[in-house]
């Protein structure tokens, strides 16, 4: 089964059992990263100078990416180019339910509705079919661990973990100090464009300056 760099993403940061999201606020900004990533991939939006812009409107034919990139149609039709970062901060949470709901609908994960105080809603996502997350990690051990080279997307995956500090989610069993430097070589890698490599390196920048703001917002 083929899914989006978001729903890779997701998988990891979701616990099997319980459903709940580990690093939730990292993961997030990674998912959303995920989409507009694949849409760079695709050749439908460029990022340069922490600025976005659509070129290319036409769906891609897979579900989770053609209904961000029509947001990204509408958001961008009134000011353009726009803020990666605006962006980021404007999806996260919609990214990251649409995700959810795309892994629902291919069967990988079930849905639990509860409340917390019996007052917050909050919704988990259990794992359900475990062979795509199995098939993923074993992907990135092979890569990362022992060095195999990668794939574009493969690359870009780990360019995205890398740049929202995941390695913990992906490798839960493994020292980051024996990961990271792998995983940073990957991402500074000949892997991809100019083009993808300049939108990488943008949303890594968006992602850093996103999480000091709110971190700097919560001690405030």
């Not at 993403?9 to 606020?25: T, V």
């Not at 994960?109 to 007052?119: A, Q």
């Not at 995941?166 to 892997?191: C, N, S, T, Y």
């Amino acid at each position: 089964m083929s899914v989006t760099l978001a729903e890779e993403i997701a998988l990891l940061s979701l616990d099997d059992e319980s459903g709940a999201a580990k690093d939730r606020q990292s993961a997030g900004w990674a998912v959303a990263g995920g989409i507009l990533l694949e849409l760079a991939m695709a050749g439908r939006v460029t990022v340069a100078d922490g600025r976005l812009t659509v070129t290319d409107p036409t769906p891609t034919g897979t579900a989770l990416l053609d209904g961000r990139l029509a947001q990204l149609v509408e958001w961008t039709a009134r000011k353009s180019p726009r803020k990666v970062s605006d962006w980021l901060t404007k999806d996260q949470s919609k990214a990251v339910a649409a995700t959810a709901q795309s892994l629902r609908e291919r069967g990988l994960v079930t849905e639990e509705r509860s409340k917390v105080l019996g007052l917050f809603p909050v919704r988990r996502y259990p794992e359900a079919d475990g062979s795509v997350e199995q098939e993923l990690r074993a992907r990135l051990t092979s890569v990362v661990v022992h060095a195999t080279e990668p794939d574009d997307r493969t690359s870009g995956l780990v360019s995205l973990l890398h740049a929202a500090k995941l390695h913990r989610i992906a490798f839960p069993d493994v020292p980051r100090k024996l990961v990271a430097p792998r995983m940073a070589a990957i991402a500074e890698g000949q892997w991809a464009g100019d083009g993808v490599r300049e939108a990488i390196r943008n949303m890594q920048a968006a992602m850093v300056a996103i999480t000091v703001a709110t971190t700097a917002t919560v001690i405030l």
